[in-house]
């Protein structure tokens, strides 16, 4: 291979190809095709060194272009879930809105932009580096009401009654007007995802994190609140069965209707009624037949059906709205 050689791209699923290897049989998938910027030799005697673009690709299977970088300060590239689920919390002016589960922040940034920039917009994370890139993005698309700190949404609660002066966490009972919950979670609805190596355990290992969180963020919130809740993944476990135990736990928490709701509903299995399935919303790629598409067909498509295909065909999401009716 030189460069500027025509090149295949292949996913090597398993990572059984071995480096340097003129040859491979095992279990890959296609991505499409490129032009080589670098000649074999070069590639090999510059890693681990090397980064940059190896191969230039002109004929990708997948037809949406690069967004990457594209007008940083005015853009936050997120899947359409990920931008419905702000929508659905209805963040308005003046409200005090905590994110509790935050980074990288795109939807603390749209939480804020909806807001106009007016009001406070607390976002959590335990993880450091990740809450410095909340601030950076906050930073970026200039906006000032947001305040992020590196804390663990599990303790954000505060058990005494002396008031923070400084509005750092933890923070007390009945503190805000709406919580978004973007939960930890065992993620499978995310897309594209070529190789797997999670086990039955760690899949199962998110629920009881979830309801932590969960039970946190219904203390935290006013009455008559809003609580949003939402997961990237297609589990029965992360999605309806914690709204089931929800409404059981706390009888003064009421399911609401989403508006925008361009998803499915939800999925049978956890003893919720088909009223309460049809306020819940679920995304994901199954319920698209796409398998055996011609690609060439749908660019003839009306853009109403195009519309309609790439509002279902996304990555795996669940999102639930609840109003807490009283005070606890």
Same mark, same amino acid.
């Given at each position: 291979?030189? =460069?500027?050689?025509?090149? $295949?791209?292949?996913?090597?699923?398993?990572?059984?190809?071995?480096?340097?290897?003129?040859?491979?049989?095992?279990?890959?998938?296609? +991505?499409?095709?490129?032009?080589? /910027?670098?000649?074999?030799?070069?590639?090999?005697?510059? +890693?681990?060194?090397? @980064?940059?673009?190896?191969?230039?690709?002109?004929?990708?299977?997948?037809?949406?272009?690069?967004?990457?970088?594209?007008?940083?300060?005015?853009?936050?590239?997120?899947?359409?879930?990920?931008?419905?689920?702000?929508?659905?919390?209805?963040?308005?002016?003046?409200?005090?809105?905590?994110?509790?589960?935050?980074?990288?922040?795109?939807?603390?940034?749209?939480?804020? =932009?909806?807001?106009?920039?007016?009001?406070?917009?607390?976002?959590?994370?335990?993880? $450091?580096?990740?809450?410095?890139?909340?601030?950076?993005? =906050?930073?970026?698309?200039?906006?000032? #009401?947001?305040?992020?700190?590196?804390?663990?949404?599990? @303790?954000?609660?505060?058990?005494?009654?002396?008031?923070?002066?400084?509005?750092?966490?933890?923070?007390?009972?009945?503190?805000?007007?709406?919580? +978004?919950?973007?939960?930890?979670? #065992?993620?499978?609805? *995310?897309?594209?995802?070529?190789?797997? $190596?999670?086990?039955?355990?760690?899949?199962?290992?998110? *629920?009881?994190? *979830?309801?932590?969180?969960?039970?946190?963020?219904?203390?935290?919130?006013?009455?008559?609140?809003?609580?949003?809740?939402?997961?990237?993944?297609?589990?029965?476990?992360?999605?309806?069965?914690?709204?089931?135990?929800?409404?059981?736990?706390?009888?003064?928490?009421?399911? *609401?209707?989403?508006?925008?709701?361009?998803?499915?509903?939800?999925?049978?299995?956890?003893?919720?009624?088909? /009223?309460?399935?049809?306020?819940?919303?679920?995304?994901?790629?199954?319920?698209?037949?796409?398998?055996?598409?011609?690609?060439? #067909?749908?660019?003839? =498509?009306?853009? /109403?059906?195009?519309?309609?295909?790439?509002?279902?065909?996304?990555?795996?999401?669940?999102?639930?709205?609840?109003?807490?009716?009283?005070?606890?």
């Amino acid at each position: 291979m030189k =460069a500027g050689d025509v090149i $295949s791209v292949y996913s090597d699923i398993k990572g059984k190809c071995k480096k340097g290897a003129k040859e491979f049989d095992g279990t890959k998938v296609f +991505l499409g095709n490129g032009i080589s /910027e670098l000649s074999r030799k070069e590639i090999f005697s510059g +890693l681990p060194e090397l @980064k940059g673009i190896g191969i230039r690709m002109t004929e990708p299977i997948y037809l949406s272009p690069s967004f990457d970088n594209v007008l940083p300060s005015y853009l936050f590239l997120q899947n359409l879930p990920s931008v419905v689920v702000t929508h659905v919390l209805d963040p308005q002016p003046g409200e005090k809105i905590l994110d509790m589960c935050a980074a990288p922040g795109g939807k603390t940034t749209h939480i804020a =932009a909806l807001m106009h920039d007016q009001g406070e917009v607390i976002a959590l994370d335990k993880i $450091s580096n990740k809450v410095e890139k909340i601030k950076q993005n =906050a930073l970026l698309l200039g906006l000032n #009401s947001i305040k992020a700190f590196c804390f663990d949404g599990t @303790k954000a609660l505060k058990l005494n009654t002396v008031k923070d002066a400084e509005g750092k966490p933890p923070f007390l009972p009945e503190s805000f007007d709406r919580i +978004l919950l973007d939960a930890p979670c #065992s993620g499978m609805g *995310q897309r594209p995802n070529m190789a797997c $190596s999670w086990t039955l355990k760690e899949v199962t290992s998110y *629920q009881p994190l *979830q309801r932590k969180l969960f039970t946190v963020a219904v203390e935290l919130l006013k009455p008559g609140g809003v609580l949003v809740y939402s997961t990237c993944t297609i589990t029965l476990a992360e999605n309806e069965e914690q709204v089931a135990w929800a409404l059981r736990t706390f009888p003064y928490l009421q399911l *609401q209707p989403q508006e925008a709701h361009i998803g499915g509903e939800g999925m049978v299995g956890a003893g919720l009624s088909l /009223e309460q399935l049809k306020q819940l919303q679920r995304f994901g790629p199954s319920v698209v037949p796409l398998r055996g598409t011609d690609i060439d #067909s749908l660019r003839d =498509a009306r853009i /109403e059906d195009m519309i309609w295909l790439a509002n279902k065909d996304c990555i795996g999401f669940f999102i639930a709205k609840f109003i807490k009716c009283k005070s606890t």
